[in-house]
C-alpha cells in the first residue's frame, strides 16, 4: 500500500515568520511529486510539479525540496504573509501513473 | 484563464435521492477525475476518464457512476446518496496521461446528505 504523509496536520504561524512542513513519500516507482496550495472556498492550485532527485523550485517567497532517493519533500515558505494562509497538499505520481495524495498541511498565519 | 466549473458549491440531499454532479472544463484536456475529501483524509479518487465514453474506476468507486459524453463535461451520479456520502466532492482534469502534468480543480460541491 502507497502511502503519503504530511507533516504537521496544521500549523500557527506568526507573520512575517518563516515556516517550512514535509511530505513522505514513497521512495521506489517515482514518477513526480505535485504540491498544491488549497485556499478556503477556491480551488486547489498547482505550486509545483518535481521529477528530479535535488530538485529546488521557487515561486516567489514559496520554494520546495525533492529527495527522491530517501522519499521527501520540503514545502518553505519565507516572511509569512496572510495570504499564505492556506492548506497544502503533496501528491506523489508512480511509475504507473498513480496519484496518491497526503491529508494535507493546515497553515494558519496570525497577523 | 484556465477554468474547471462545478454545478454547486453547496448541495443538500435527502437519503436514497439520486444526485448528479457536474463539471465542465474548458482546456481541452483529455483526462478528468473525480476526488472526494474528508477530513484528516488525502484526496480519494472515484473514478476517472482519459476519454470521451471511457471511464475507470479509482480507489471507492462503490455506490458511485459517472458520465463522459462530451469531451469537456464529466458527471459523477450517487444512484441513492447515503450519510456516508455526505463529503467535499473535487473535479480536475490534465492533459494527455503519460506525463508528470499538473491538475487543475473546480471549487469543489459541498453534498451533504441527511
Known amino acids: ?111 | 484563464d484556465v477554468k474547471v466549473t462545478q454545478s454547486s458549491r453547496y448541495l443538500v440531499k435527502r437519503t436514497g435521492e439520486k444526485v448528479f454532479l457536474e463539471c465542465v472544463q474548458d482546456m481541452d484536456h483529455e483526462n478528468m477525475f473525480w476526488y472526494r475529501q474528508d477530513p484528516g483524509l488525502g484526496l480519494r479518487l472515484i473514478y476517472f476518464s482519459y476519454d470521451v465514453k471511457m471511464k475507470e474506476k479509482g480507489d471507492i468507486p462503490e455506490g458511485y457512476s459517472v458520465s463522459r459524453e462530451k469531451k469537456e463535461r464529466f458527471s459523477l451520479i450517487l444512484e441513492s446518496a447515503s450519510t456516508n456520502q455526505t463529503s467535499m466532492y473535487l473535479c480536475a482534469s490534465s492533459s494527455i496521461p503519460g506525463g508528470p502534468y499538473e491538475q487543475y480543480f473546480g471549487p469543489g460541491t459541498r453534498l451533504t446528505v441527511t
Open chain 1, 1 to 111: 500500500i502507497l502511502n503519503v504523509e504530511q507533516s504537521p496536520q496544521s500549523l500557527h504561524v506568526q507573520e512575517g515568520d518563516s515556516t517550512n512542513f514535509t511530505c513522505s513519500f514513497p521512495s521506489s516507482n517515482f514518477y513526480a511529486l505535485h504540491w498544491y496550495r488549497w485556499e478556503t472556498a477556491k480551488s486547489p492550485e498547482a505550486l509545483f510539479v518535481m521529477t528530479l532527485n535535488g530538485d529546488e523550485k521557487k515561486k516567489g517567497r514559496i520554494s520546495a525540496t525533492l529527495n527522491t532517493k530517501e522519499g521527501y519533500s520540503y514545502l518553505y515558505i519565507k516572511g509569512s504573509q496572510p495570504e499564505d494562509s492556506a492548506t497544502y497538499l503533496c501528491a506523489f505520481l508512480d511509475s504507473n501513473y498513480q496519484l496518491i495524495w497526503g491529508a494535507g498541511t493546515k497553515l494558519i498565519i496570525k497577523p
